[in-house]
């Protein structure tokens, strides 16, 4: 385990003696979560330079006794980020070697959670005892995995679809105090927030919403064909896997409206990442357009970045050609649409919304959705809308001229790239 010195490199510091640096790689490929090399013999003087490549690390302090826990008054570089895309001029930390004791170090990120940095061996040593002494770097890692498996299970203990859905099982649904959501009896409903005790409420309209999930970073090994890679996602109940079912994925087709139709057909969908949606317009002028659970009817503006929208796809009454559009399914999250026409009337106040990897035995299943949406902007709902921007009152058609659309199928070069975007969460 006495690794390798990439790259160590002289410097005169004292007249007659010379300090080394040696250069450690923090993260990596693939959001790999470990130190590289992982330990080294350094003397007094010497310096270590800390790379920092993507995702959001620290150079932390611990002891060998407690391998993922702060050192007092030990030394920590603080959280790092570095965006996903960053491939050279990593940002660095350095720290000078004071003496020549064994002194042991972590990546505190997601600390005494699940996804804990440290417990999936993100640990690192200077002057450790060798391989077979009782201090040695095995040991110590191995007592850093020991509570990464620890966090691990007991993260999975309160849910008892954690057993049969290890990528879902870490989420439950939140109730005020978070940890008693799975407090009380194990039925039917074990596991789901108290909404006697807190409020979900939509972005209008006081409507009350069903209680939010939980939602935990996980960090996965995914295999697919010969490639194995990391993945850092966001784990929801009723998570599907984060593996693809193909390199390619699986293609679903999604019917969008129809003769006297204002609907999704079918309405919600199991997907996993890369397979792709195929959303195929059928008569009048619909889109599909992303929302989110809180606020169905209108378009998704997340950290400054507006959600897909296919924009209006019009089709005629006579039609028999019909223009798709399509998405690339990125995540495990539930993805929430709707469809953006309010003329005459609001085809989201009518119920026409879409749901993807919605937790279909969850109080945020597709119907509970559609509940949310014709509450807020169905027909009854006109008392709801926020002064100002109250239902348009405009009587054009309803659009149902123009069949001429192109037809434009999304692009699926986008995928394997968007995989590894998205998967790359900064943490
Ligand atoms: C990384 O992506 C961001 C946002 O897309 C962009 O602003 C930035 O220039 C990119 N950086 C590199 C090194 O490509
Ligand atoms: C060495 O001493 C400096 C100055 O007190 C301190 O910042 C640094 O963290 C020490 N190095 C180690 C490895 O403890
Ligand atoms: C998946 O990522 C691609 C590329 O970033 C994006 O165009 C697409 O909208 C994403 N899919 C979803 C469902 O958000
Ligand atoms: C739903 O109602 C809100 C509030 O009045 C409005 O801003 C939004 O555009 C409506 N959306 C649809 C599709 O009707
Ligand atoms: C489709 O609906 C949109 C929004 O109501 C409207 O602006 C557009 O003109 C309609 N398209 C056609 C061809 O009717
Ligand atoms: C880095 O991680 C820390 C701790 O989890 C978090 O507080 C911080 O917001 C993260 N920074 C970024 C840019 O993601």
């Known amino acids: 385990m006495f690794a390798k010195f990439t790259s160590v490199s002289l410097v005169a510091l004292l007249p007659f003696a010379a300090a080394a640096v040696y250069d450690i790689q923090v993260g990596g490929d693939g959001g790999k979560l470990?130190?590289?090399?992982?330990?080294?013999?350094?003397?007094?003087?010497?310096?270590?330079?800390?790379?920092?490549?993507?995702?959001?690390?620290?150079?932390?302090?611990?002891?060998?006794?407690?391998?993922?826990?702060?050192?007092?008054g030990g030394f920590d570089s603080g959280f790092i980020p570095v965006p996903a895309n960053t491939t050279d001029n990593f940002p660095t930390w350095t720290l000078t070697v004071n003496n020549t004791d064994p002194t042991w170090v972590y990546c505190r990120q997601a600390a005494k959670t699940a996804a804990s940095h440290c417990g999936a061996g993100m640990v690192f040593a200077i002057n450790c005892g060798l391989d077979g002494a009782p201090n040695s770097f095995t040991n110590f890692k191995k007592s850093a995995l020991a509570v990464g498996a620890s966090l691990a299970a007991?993260?999975?203990?309160?849910?008892?679809?954690?057993?049969?859905?290890?990528?879902?099982?870490?989420?439950?649904?939140?109730?005020?105090?978070?940890?008693?959501?799975?407090?009380?009896?194990?039925?039917?409903?074990?596991?789901?927030?108290d909404a006697s005790t807190t409020t979900w409420t939509a972005a209008y309209g006081d409507v009350t919403l069903p209680p939010a999930p939980i939602v935990q970073v996980v960090?996965?090994?995914?295999?697919?064909?010969?490639?194995?890679?990391?993945?850092?996602?966001?784990?929801y109940p009723g998570s599907p896997a984060p593996t693809p079912a193909s390199a390619a994925g699986n293609v679903h087709k999604v019917i969008v409206g129809g003769p006297g139709k204002l609907l999704f057909d079918p309405p919600h969908i199991a997907a996993q990442p890369r397979d792709t949606i195929v959303f195929e317009f059928h008569q009048k002028n619909h889109t599909v357009t992303q929302s989110s659970f809180d606020d169905p009817c209108r378009k998704l503006v997340k950290d400054g970045v507006e959600g897909f929208d296919s924009g209006f796809m019009a089709v005629a009454d006579d039609a028999t050609e019909f223009p798709t559009w399509s998405i690339t399914v990125n995540g495990t999250e539930p993805i929430w649409a709707y469809c953006r026409q309010k003329t005459?009337?609001?085809?989201?106040?009518?119920?026409?919304?879409?749901?993807?990897?919605?937790?279909?035995?969850g109080p945020r299943s597709f119907d509970s959705f559609k509940n949310v949406a014709t509450a807020l902007n169905g027909t009854a709902a006109a008392a709801n809308a926020p002064s100002g921007t109250g239902a348009s009152g405009a009587t054009t058609t309803d659009g149902a001229n123009n069949?001429?659309?192109?037809?434009?199928i999304g692009s699926a070069g986008a995928?394997?790239?968007?995989?590894?975007?998205?998967?790359?969460?900064?943490?």
Not at 158 to 184: E, F, I, L, Q, T
């Open 344 to 361: 005459p009337a609001s085809h989201c106040g009518a119920g026409m919304v879409f749901a993807i990897n919605s937790d279909e035995g």
């Open 219 to 235: 960090t996965d090994t995914v295999t697919l064909d010969s490639e194995v890679w990391t993945t850092t996602y966001s784990s």
């Open 154 to 193: 007991e993260a999975a203990t309160p849910s008892p679809s954690a057993a049969a859905d290890p990528y879902g099982g870490y989420g439950g649904y939140g109730s005020a105090s978070g940890s008693s959501a799975s407090a009380g009896s194990y039925g039917k409903w074990a596991g789901y927030g």
């Open 415 to 427: 995928m394997t790239l968007a995989l590894a975007a998205v998967f790359s969460l900064l943490l």
């Open 34 to 72: 470990e130190f590289s090399p992982e330990a080294i013999a350094a003397q007094p003087g010497d310096q270590v330079v800390f790379h920092f490549h993507p995702k959001n690390h620290t150079v932390t302090q611990s002891s060998f006794a407690d391998p993922c826990g702060r050192k007092e």
């Open 403 to 408: 069949g001429a659309m192109s037809v434009n």
